[in-house]
């Protein structure tokens, strides 16, 4: 049985196809392209399908090419290329991408709605989905939906613009697009469906307006229900007193632990230096340790710029020998004033 040939270009093929595409627009465009990148790409193009060819050196004139179009894209150079040219009528018209075509269609289409449904005096006062019924209340909701519509296709159209111009469009994003155009058109009737009629103004300029502005901006219409959950949630969640208060039990709590965690290490560290006291350990080795416990104790300060305090204006009498009113320690020990001497 017969194979069928696979319809998807080899990668030669479509390395081909977009640096003739890229080597066109840079041309058009008047930028420099070196010629050796001309004449390798030409001579990769004539080639018949059996021959071979140097692969690494179409790849090499692709990157040269992607970087002399930037921002541009080949995937875009190729999607919009001088093919749609060619055609003529509403075709050529709308352009070769397939998105802005369909946008196009459904701005008209909602344009075409909105106007048609205006000229019924369904629309003449304001409707509301709690005050109206029936008929007049089903056109009102076509009216809200076909400018909300409207809203979210301008959005889109002007967004895919820039890409389009830029030639950076990239066809595996328009279901995103598909998707923002309902989040907008939601968005606008759950806009004009909340907010009421200002009073002393048009309700009916002012909801198709909503309308508009949510279909145009969904993400604004997205954070004021975001703002509306936060407002009912802080009803149950009690006073910003209480919140304080927890917060501040919260730090005294967690300052709690810090301090016995400090106070369990110097312990510790206490109980070391008795143990060595005990071994006979050597006393400068000691005095460093014990230094070590009163630093962590009383963290040095930074030195006092202060000018240095006048002399006292008489000398007190000297103090008496620390021998003289204590007994002499015994060998091995450290004696600190008012601290227990530990024997060796």
Known sequence: MATQPSSVPSVRDQLVQESVAMAQYALAAGKQVPPAVVTTLEQARTAPDDASSDVAAIVKVHDQLARLVAPATPRALLLMGPDHLSTSGLGSMLGPIGLVRRLMVAAVISMAVFIAVSLTEYTNGPQSVTTSSGFGLFMGELYWLSAAAMGASFAMLMQVSTYVVDRSYDPKYEPSYWIKFFLGVMAGFILVTLVPAVEGSSGNFTQATLAMLGGFSASAVFRILTRLVDAVESVFRGDNKDEISRRESEARSK?????????????????????????????????????????????????????????????????????????????????????????G
């Open 255 to 343: 300052a709690g632990e810090e301090t016995s965690r400090v106070r369990v290490g110097l312990a510790a560290k206490v109980v070391q230096l008795q143990q060595d006291v005990s071994a006979g350990a050597d006393p400068a080795a000691l005095t460093t340790r014990l230094r070590e416990i009163l630093a962590d104790l009383v963290p040095e300060t930074a030195p006092d710029e202060s000018p240095a305090p006048a002399p006292a204006p008489a000398a007190a009498p000297a103090p008496a020998p620390v021998a003289a009113t204590a007994e002499a320690a015994p060998e091995g020990t450290i004696a600190l004033p008012n601290v227990p001497v530990v024997a």
